[in-house]
């Protein structure tokens, strides 16, 4: 079936560090969207990526979609405890249905 | 800002036994998803309602699980008789289109023992 690979599957880093998840599939995505689930929270959207080679950034976090939309990655700058929580990437196969990946869980040493 | 609400925000019950989490999606999003997040892993799509018809129920374990939106506005998941296996936190989530982002509540954690 259609799968979206995330890696990796824990990240720890000190505050302060850069982090990095990547998001693959074996097939070409219409659009892929990423999440962030707080410890004990829900999926929280961040952003959505439909061009080939886009790159977003929010703040402290950039977001890529491949040429070839089969991946994806979400760089954290200087990370902070409160970037703490597992992040997911969900892609769209084209039909409108999203695939949740394994996500990545960052934790933060202070 | 508006939210997706469902309730109880915790159940407990036993195997064979039967249970019902409800949901009520942000008003005016005709999208309706249930997901199943068991723990450490991604949420994994059961059903998907477009309004009150279901456009997607192919990972729905249809001997048990059961799912409704009438009216389509709030939806009912049931599960009976409940398996050990079927511990996991329920998520429910709407979006305006079927491809616009997805807005989740608090989900129910269900703990079957």
């Known amino acids: 079936g259609q799968q979206v690979m995330q890696i990796p599957q824990y990240q720890h880093v000190q505050e302060g560090e850069d982090f990095t998840t990547y998001c693959n599939s074996s097939t070409t995505l219409s659009n892929i969207q990423w999440y962030k689930q707080r410890p004990g929270g829900h999926p929280v959207f961040l952003i959505q990526?439909?061009?080939?080679?886009e790159v977003k950034k929010q703040k402290r976090l950039t977001f890529q979609f491949g040429e070839a939309k089969k991946n994806s990655s979400l760089h954290i700058t200087a990370t902070q405890t409160t970037d703490v929580g597992t992040y997911f990437c969900?892609?769209?196969?084209?039909?409108?249905?999203?695939?949740f990946g394994t996500g990545t869980r960052l934790t933060i040493i202070p | 800002e508006a939210e997706v609400a469902q309730s109880p925000r915790y159940k407990i019950t036993e195997k064979s036994q039967a249970v019902a989490f409800w949901c009520d999606p942000i008003?005016?999003?005709?999208?309706l998803y249930w997901y199943r997040q068991i723990l450490g892993q991604g949420p994994e799509l059961l059903v998907q309602?477009?309004?009150?018809?279901?456009?997607?129920d192919s990972q729905l374990p249809k001997d048990r699980f059961s799912a409704e939106r009438l009216k389509g506005v709030d939806s009912t998941l049931k599960i009976q008789p409940a398996e050990l296996g079927d511990s996991a936190m329920y998520l429910c989530?709407?979006?305006?289109?079927?491809?616009?982002?997805?807005?989740f509540g608090n989900g129910t954690r269900l703990t079957v023992t």
């Open positions: 309602f477009q309004d009150e018809s279901v456009v997607d």
């Open positions: 990526l439909v061009k080939s080679g």
């Open positions: 969900a892609g769209d196969f084209g039909n409108e249905k999203l695939t």
């Open positions: 989530a709407s979006s305006f289109l079927e491809s616009s982002p997805l807005h």
């Open positions: 008003s005016g999003h005709a999208t």
